[in-house]
């Protein structure tokens, strides 16, 4: 009797699909080669928000101590700083697009290949699990999605709260009383954010349910590919 249940357990075993790994470690094995990319794109993005936080403060000074003041030698020592400011805060974020962009290329071209991988070892059960649309579905537009998630992941991921923080720096030197009004809107604007970005994404899975579930025949339930 026991040698029944164990063989009908291991035929289910055999049948059913593999329970889900965690999303975001199955993902991140999927960046590979592409991880110097993935680490010099947000080094560059916090190069290029440190540097717009600083520009104004510059300009500011050129003002009032060349300007205002009628020094030409702070003129030119500030000028001079502002343009190489300028020239490598505009290089830094060409550099961080396009690592951004090598990245998330990379990146969807390893998962398309994992996910191409992983169909051409289904059973023949799995097969009829996944009808054909579905998998050209997650091979293509899902894909996509991730591709440009990891990109904005990366970038603006990085450089919000960099600027955040930075602009705090600057205010607290600027006016130490006004920067706790600033410090303690942080928070707030931190909720707000995550709350809006927790709607949309609820949003965006239903939309994505809604159109796999049009593409897909009825007799096919939905599965994991990857």
């Known amino acids: ?31 590979r080669e592409y991880k110097k990319a993935s680490i010099l ?23 009032d101590e ?3 003041g009628g020094s030409m030698p702070a003129t030119v020592k500030f000028g001079v700083i502002l343009l190489v400011c300028a020239m490598v805060s505009l ?66 991921g990085v450089r919000a709260p960099i600027m955040v923080v930075v602009s705090w720096l600057f205010s607290f030197r600027i006016s130490p009383s006004i920067s706790m009004v600033f410090l303690a809107c942080i928070p707030i604007l931190a909720i707000g954010r995550a709350r809006a970005s927790g709607v949309r994404a609820r949003v965006s899975h239903l939309r994505c349910v809604e159109q796999r579930g049009r593409r897909e025949p009825a007799g096919h339930p939905r599965g994991q590919v990857l």
Do not use: C, W
């Open 41 to 63: 794109a947000p080094v560059f993005v916090a190069v290029e928000g440190i540097l717009e936080i600083l520009i104004p403060t510059i300009m500011a000074s050129l003002i």
């Open 91 to 156: 290089g830094a974020g060409f550099l961080s697009g396009k690592y951004a962009a090598v990245a998330g290329a990379g990146f969807a071209k390893n998962l398309r290949k994992d996910q191409f991988e992983k169909v051409q070892g289904f059973s023949f059960t799995n097969i009829d699990r996944f009808s054909t649309g579905s998998i050209v579905t997650r091979l293509t537009t899902d894909v996509t999605n991730l591709q440009n998630a990891y990109m904005m992941i990366i970038r603006l």
């Open 66 to 68: 060349g300007i205002t």
């Open 1 to 31: 009797m026991s040698d029944t249940a164990e063989a009908i357990a291991q035929a289910r075993k055999a049948v059913e699909p593999d329970k889900p790994k965690h999303v975001l470690r199955t993902l991140g094995h999927s960046i």
